[in-house]
């Protein structure tokens, strides 16, 4: 049997909201929650096998397969 392997990537929601504060040079912290435009748990179980979109503060948010792409 293998080693078991941690992963450190963060969970789709919480990497669009540091990204989003990234972008507008704030602490993910001091954002509005994700919940007011999507349920987070929703989109970490269904980001790595569905096609997602959404807008998050003015942000429009794409989560294809497990790639997220952010634009304004």
Not at 20 to 42: K, R
Not at 43 to 65: C, F, H, K, T
């Amino acid at each position: 049997m293998g080693n078991p392997t941690t992963s450190t990537r963060p969970s789709p929601a919480i990497e669009i909201v540091n990204r989003v504060a990234e972008m507008e040079e704030q602490d993910p912290l001091d954002l509005p929650p994700l919940y007011d435009s999507v349920d987070p748990d929703a989109l970490d179980r269904l980001a790595e096998s569905s096609y997602i979109q959404l807008n998050y503060i003015g942000y429009d948010i794409i989560v294809n397969r497990g790639t997220i792409t952010i634009s304004q």
